[in-house]
C-alpha cells in the first residue's frame, strides 16, 4: 500500500468508503447513539463497500468461496459476540452482536453460524453477493505465481471500528473474508476475543488488523487494553509496544484504538492502513499512506 500501487481512482474510492464508514459511525454518536451501535453502523458499512476486505469485496479461499469472519464487545459489561466461516450472512458483524445479544454462547463457526442467523432473521444473501471479480483476480494471480498457501504478502487486510460514547463507553468490532488463498477453514485474529477485537472501559476499545496468527500469539487487543489499564501507557505507548512485540515474532499491521478518556492511536508498522477517526472536538482524518 503506498503511492507507487495505489492510482487516483483507487484512492478516491477507499477514501470516500473510509468516510462513508466514518459518517455512519458519527451520525449514531450524534443522536445519543451508544458506541456499540457506532461501530455497527461503520463496520456495516465498510462490508457493503466492495473495495474493503469483508463482506461483500472479501476475497476468495483457495476453493473458490467466501468465508466471512467477525467480532463485537461492549466495553461496559465486556459482552461479546463472534462468528466464523459464515458464507450467507450478508453483514457478519450484525451477526455477531446477534450471537451477543441473542444467544447463549460467545462463538459460532460455520453451518451453525448460519443456523442461528437464520432462527434470528439476520439477513442471508446468495454467496455471489460476496464474489467481486477483482477478488478472483487476486486469486488466480496467487495460484498462476505459486505464491506459497496463501497470501503471505496481507495485502488485503481486514475492517474494523472502536468508538466512545457520549456516556463514556467504549466498543470495538472487527470484519474480515481473511486471506487470499486461505484453506482449511483457517481463522485469523479479527473474530477471537482479545486477539484482534477488545474492549473495556476500564482501558479502551481495540480492533486490529495484519498477520493474524502473530496477533493472536500475542492476544494483541486485550494487551494493548491491559498495558493502558495496569502500567499507565497511553493508547500510542501501549499500541506501539505491543506492535513491537508482534514484529519481534515475524508479524505486521496495524491497530486503531480509543479509551473511554476520548483518547485514539492509529498504529501501524506497514507502509499504509486504511484509516479514518473524528471526535467533538472537530479532529477529522481520513488516510492512506504512512
Not at 485514539?264 to 492502513?273: K, Q
Amino acid at each position: 500500500m503506498t503511492r507507487k500501487t495505489f492510482d487516483a481512482a483507487a484512492i478516491a474510492a477507499h477514501e470516500a468508503g473510509l468516510s462513508a464508514a466514518l459518517d455512519a459511525g458519527r451520525r449514531v454518536l450524534a443522536g445519543g447513539g451508544t458506541a456499540l451501535d457506532a461501530v455497527t453502523a461503520a463496520v456495516c458499512a465498510l462490508e457493503d463497500d466492495p473495495h474493503f476486505n469483508a463482506g461483500r469485496g472479501a476475497v476468495f479461499t483457495y476453493h473458490g468461496t467466501n468465508e466471512l469472519d467477525a467480532a463485537i464487545m461492549a466495553g461496559d459489561t465486556r459482552a461479546a459476540g463472534a462468528v466464523a466461516g459464515v458464507m450467507h450472512t450478508r453483514n457478519p458483524v450484525k451477526l455477531a452482536r446477534t450471537v451477543m445479544e441473542a444467544g447463549p454462547h460467545v462463538f459460532l463457526s460455520g453451518a451453525g453460524a448460519e443456523e442461528f442467523a437464520r432462527d434470528h432473521g439476520v439477513e442471508h444473501v446468495d454467496p455471489d453477493w460476496f464474489a467481486t471479480p477483482e477478488r478472483w483476480r487476486q486469486l488466480e494471480e496467487l495460484k498462476s505465481r505459486k505464491l506459497g498457501w496463501f497470501d503471505s504478502g496481507m495485502k488485503y487486510g481486514t475492517v474494523g471500528a472502536v468508538a466512545r460514547d457520549a456516556a463514556g463507553h467504549v466498543a470495538a468490532a472487527t470484519s474480515t473474508g481473511g486471506l487470499t488463498g486461505k484453506r482449511w477453514g483457517r481463522i485469523g485474529d479479527s473474530p477471537l476475543i482479545g486477539a484482534g477485537t477488545y474492549a473495556d472501559d476500564r482501558a479502551g476499545a481495540v480492533s486490529c488488523t495484519g498477520s493474524g496468527e502473530q496477533f493472536i500469539r500475542a492476544g494483541a487487543a486485550h494487551e494493548i487494553c491491559a498495558r493502558m489499564r495496569l502500567t499507565g501507557e497511553s493508547a500510542d505507548q501501549a499500541a506501539a509496544a505491543v506492535l513491537a512485540e508482534i514484529g519481534a515474532i515475524g508479524g505486521v499491521g496495524g491497530v486503531i484504538v480509543v479509551t473511554p478518556a476520548g483518547e485514539t492511536a492509529l498504529a501501524f508498522t506497514t507502509p499504509g492502513m486504511f484509516r479514518a477517526r473524528a471526535d467533538s472536538t472537530g479532529l477529522e482524518e481520513v488516510a492512506i499512506f504512512a
